[in-house]
């Protein structure tokens, strides 16, 4: 869909937004207002165990959300918003040692700041409101973590008419890749900074990658390097 509906709705748990300086010299700051709102940006993080990627189709039956990141952006590519949420897995109540180790969230952390999904989803939607949503996703795929939000929508039998309207913005940065002559193969949003020279930038966030909220600054880094501008093409 080319627009969204922002129904419900719930606080929204947020933190300071960081300053983050970048070798460009440009500096991301926070906006008072939303005159400038163009997008936003976000990145999921979810139940897996180790050899998740060689299962295949087996391998993601039953994955579970555990982290919603998000930030909007504006059209010079200037954070005014920020949104973190965490997400009490049903299906898998325990995190495996794998996913801790990966992301670096615990068992202790989502007990303690945790939600369940429908209130996390309904959170999700009044931050985002009708604006489009970016996510990451080296595949095939028209709507990145577009994917598992509907995978998570029919496990909790919840319908809802008017989705975020969901894109993958990985195909831009394939194009970007191709015209300055990177050549790379794959890639995870949470790559992406290191890959531009950029992951110094990130270090104020104490995150490390395969942290949502650290993977949607990286993509950011890389929209600003590569010099992003939407112009709803993506």
Request: aromatic fraction near 12%; charged fraction near 25%.
């Amino acid at each position: 869909r080319d627009f969204c509906l922002s129904r419900g709705l719930g606080d929204v748990y947020k933190r300071q937004i960081p300053d983050l300086s970048y070798s460009s010299g440009k500096v991301l700051r926070h906006i008072s207002g939303e005159t400038l709102m163009s997008f936003v940006i976000f990145d999921t993080e979810f139940t897996a165990d180790k050899g998740l990627l060689e299962a295949g189709f087996d391998g993601w039956k039953n994955r579970e959300i555990v982290q919603i990141a998000a930030i909007k952006v504006t059209s010079d590519l200037q954070v005014t918003d920020e949104l973190n949420l965490y997400l009490k897995p049903e299906i898998h109540p325990y995190l495996s040692d794998y996913f801790v180790k990966l992301t670096g969230l615990t068992d202790s952390l989502i007990d303690e700041k945790g939600v369940a999904f429908p209130d996390g989803y309904r959170q999700f939607k009044l931050f985002a409101g009708n604006l489009v949503c970016y996510s990451h996703d080296w595949g095939n795929s028209k709507i990145a973590d577009g994917e598992i939000m509907a995978e998570m929508l029919a496990h909790y039998k919840i319908y809802d008419n008017y989705p975020p309207c969901y894109k993958n913005i990985a195909p831009w940065f394939k194009a970007r890749y191709e015209e300055e002559k990177i050549d790379i193969k794959s890639q995870a949003s949470g790559e992406i900074a290191q890959l531009l020279g950029q992951e110094k930038a990130l270090t104020s966030l104490g995150l490390g990658k395969h942290n949502a909220l650290y993977d949607v600054y990286s993509i950011l880094c890389g929209l600003r390097i590569l010099g992003f501008s939407d112009d709803g093409t993506v």
